[in-house]
């Protein structure tokens, strides 16, 4: 079975597609605290969340500040590889063991600029994204 299959984000690739970016994603197991990445790590992939979720934290004058939590069937770290020079802009920490579908940069990138409802899904997310974290760094300053 495809590791990808079932995914909302993937659901209007075809089913060649689906078999071809599998060829370079993995599942990842993840423990409760555990770090993804930290902010200012050069982005290599994109993480698709299966189950639990994720506290996502930036510093912020100085402090670390909670932006949002992912929860299954979202993506992590999507805006370091469509937006933002390859930079993971903040630190994704699993709240409880989770478990997650890792995509390499290249093959999620040459993937979506094939297809262009999957880079709108991309850049839907990204904007919200981009929203949220002004709306989190207005309230601190």
């Known amino acids: 079975m495809n590791i990808l299959n079932g995914i909302k984000l993937l ?3 075809s089913k060649k597609d689906l078999e071809n970016l599998s060829l ?4 990842k197991k993840m423990k409760k605290w555990e770090i993804l990445f930290k902010e ?3 982005a290599n992939a994109m993480y698709i969340l299966k189950s639990w979720n994720f506290e996502i934290r930036k510093r912020i004058n100085w402090s ?5 939590n992912v929860e299954a069937e979202e993506i992590l770290w999507e805006m ?4 933002n020079d390859n930079k993971r802009m903040a630190t994704a920490i699993s709240k409880e063991d989770s478990e997650l579908v890792t ?3 290249f093959s999620i990138k ?3 600029n094939k297809n262009p409802i999957l880079l709108e899904k991309i850049k839907d997310i990204i904007n919200d994204r981009i929203i949220d974290n002004k709306i989190v760094e207005t309230t601190l300053n």
Request: charged share 20%; hydrophobic share 65%; with cysteine.
């Open 64 to 68: 670390d500040v909670i932006l949002w």
């Open 24 to 27: 370079f994603c993995q599942l």
């Open 11 to 13: 659901s209007d690739l």
């Open 103 to 105: 995509i390499l940069s």
């Open 80 to 83: 370091a590889l469509f937006w």
């Open 110 to 112: 040459d993937l979506a």
């Open 40 to 42: 200012w790590d050069e």
